[in-house]
C-alpha cells in the first residue's frame, strides 16, 4: 500500500514539476518575442519621422552627407552600398575560410593539433571588437598604405587615405566572423551521422569525395547557421570598422576611405540634435531592416532546400 502511494505520488509530482516547466518556458518564449517586438516598435516610431520630414527619396538615395552645413543633406546612399558591399565582401573572404577550418578540425586535423587550433579560434571569439580595430591601425593600415602608394603612384586625383579604406575594413570584418563560422559549422560537422560516412567510404569514395559529397550537405543546415550569425555579427560591427575604414562618406571602392551604418551612427550620435538626431534613428532602422531581411530570406533558403531535400529522399525511396 505505501509503495502505491509513493508511486504514485512520485507520479503526481513529476506531472507538477512538468506543468511548472511549461509555464517556465512559455513565459521565456513570450518575453523573447516581447523584446522583439519592443525593438522593432521602437525603432519604427524612433526612424520614421526623419522619413517623412526630409523625404525617404532624399535619405536613401541621396548621395551627399552634410548634416551641419547651411543647407543640411541627409543622403545616406553611399553608406548603405558600403555596408551591403562590405559585409559581402567580409562574407565571401571569411565563410569560404571558416568552413574549411572546420572541416580541418572536424575531419583531418589530427587530434594534438586540433586541441591546439581550437582554443586558438575560441581565443578569437573573446577579443574584444576594439583590439581588432588597433591591431587594424598598427598592422594592416600601414601596409594599405603602402600598397595605395604604389598602385597610385603620380596620380593627382585620388585623396590618399594612409591605409584606411574599405579593404582594411572588409579584411578585419573576415577576420572577426572566423571564429563564428568556424565553432558552428565544426559543430554542425559533427553532428552528422557517422554512417553516413562510413556508408560513403564503403562504396569506395576518398575521404576528400565524403567531405564534400556526404558530410558537408548533410550538414547544411548548421553551416547556414553559421553565416546567418557572421552576416549579423559583420553588418553591426561598429567599433573595429570606425578605426580601420577612415569613416568618410564615400562611393564603396577598394581605397576610399567609407563610412559603414554602425560608424555614421557612433561616430555623430554623441554631438547630433535635432533632425541630424533623427536621420541618424533612421539609420538605426535601415540598418535594422536589413538585418530582418538577411535572417528571413536565409531562414526561408534553408527550409526550401530541406524540402526540396525530404522530397528528393522520398523520390529516391519510391523508386
Same mark, same amino acid.
Given at each position: 500500500m505505501n509503495e502505491s502511494?509513493?508511486?504514485?505520488?512520485?507520479?503526481?509530482?513529476?506531472?507538477?514539476?512538468?506543468?511548472? $516547466?511549461?509555464?517556465?518556458?512559455?513565459?521565456?518564449?513570450?518575453? /523573447? %518575442?516581447?523584446?522583439? &517586438?519592443? *525593438?522593432?516598435?521602437?525603432?519604427?516610431v524612433s526612424g520614421t519621422p526623419a522619413l517623412f520630414q526630409v523625404g525617404i527619396w532624399d535619405i536613401l538615395f541621396g548621395t551627399v552627407w552634410q548634416p551641419e552645413a547651411a543647407n543640411a543633406s541627409y543622403g545616406i546612399l553611399y553608406v548603405i552600398l558600403t555596408s551591403i558591399v562590405g559585409t559581402a565582401l567580409a562574407i565571401l573572404i571569411g565563410v569560404p575560410v571558416g568552413v574549411l577550418?572546420?572541416?580541418?578540425?572536424?575531419?583531418? $586535423?589530427?587530434?594534438?593539433?586540433?586541441?591546439?587550433?581550437?582554443? /586558438? %579560434?575560441?581565443?578569437? &571569439?573573446? *577579443?574584444?571588437?576594439?583590439?581588432?580595430?588597433l591591431l587594424g591601425i598598427l598592422i594592416l593600415?600601414?601596409?594599405?598604405?603602402?600598397?595605395?602608394?604604389r598602385i597610385f603612384e603620380g596620380s593627382t586625383t585620388h585623396q590618399f587615405t594612409g591605409g584606411a579604406n574599405l579593404i582594411s575594413a572588409v579584411l578585419v570584418l573576415a577576420m572577426m566572423i572566423l571564429p563564428t563560422v568556424i565553432n558552428i559549422s565544426e559543430s554542425a560537422i559533427r553532428a552528422v551521422p557517422g554512417h553516413l560516412k562510413s556508408a560513403s567510404l564503403a562504396l569506395g569514395a576518398t575521404h576528400i569525395q565524403t567531405i564534400f559529397e556526404v558530410i558537408l550537405p548533410a550538414a547544411k543546415s548548421g553551416i547556414v547557421t553559421a553565416v546567418v550569425l557572421g552576416t549579423g555579427r559583420a553588418i553591426g560591427e561598429a567599433m573595429a570598422i570606425s578605426l580601420v575604414s577612415g569613416s568618410a562618406v564615400n562611393v564603396p571602392l577598394p581605397f576610399n576611405s567609407v563610412r559603414f551604418l554602425t560608424t555614421a551612427i557612433v561616430s555623430e550620435m554623441s554631438y547630433s540634435s535635432g533632425l541630424h538626431r533623427k536621420v541618424l534613428f533612421?539609420?538605426?532602422?535601415?540598418?535594422?531592416?536589413?538585418?530582418?531581411?538577411?535572417?528571413?530570406?536565409?531562414?526561408?533558403?534553408?527550409?526550401?532546400?530541406?524540402?526540396?531535400?525530404?522530397?528528393?529522399?522520398?523520390?529516391?525511396?519510391?523508386?
Open positions: 502511494f509513493s508511486i504514485f505520488s512520485h507520479h503526481g509530482s513529476k506531472s507538477g514539476v512538468e506543468k511548472a $516547466a511549461e509555464v517556465i518556458f512559455t513565459i521565456s518564449g513570450f518575453f /523573447a %518575442v516581447l523584446a522583439v &517586438a519592443s *525593438i522593432t516598435l521602437y525603432m519604427l577550418t572546420a572541416v580541418f578540425l572536424a575531419e583531418v $586535423a589530427p587530434k594534438k593539433l586540433a586541441n591546439i587550433v581550437r582554443p /586558438a %579560434v575560441e581565443l578569437l &571569439a573573446g *577579443i574584444p571588437s576594439v583590439i581588432y580595430g593600415n600601414p601596409l594599405m598604405y603602402k600598397l595605395e602608394l533612421t539609420i538605426g532602422l535601415v540598418l535594422f531592416a536589413f538585418i530582418m531581411i538577411i535572417n528571413v530570406s536565409l531562414t526561408k533558403l534553408l527550409k526550401k532546400s530541406n524540402v526540396e531535400a525530404e522530397d528528393a529522399g522520398k523520390k529516391g525511396k519510391e523508386k
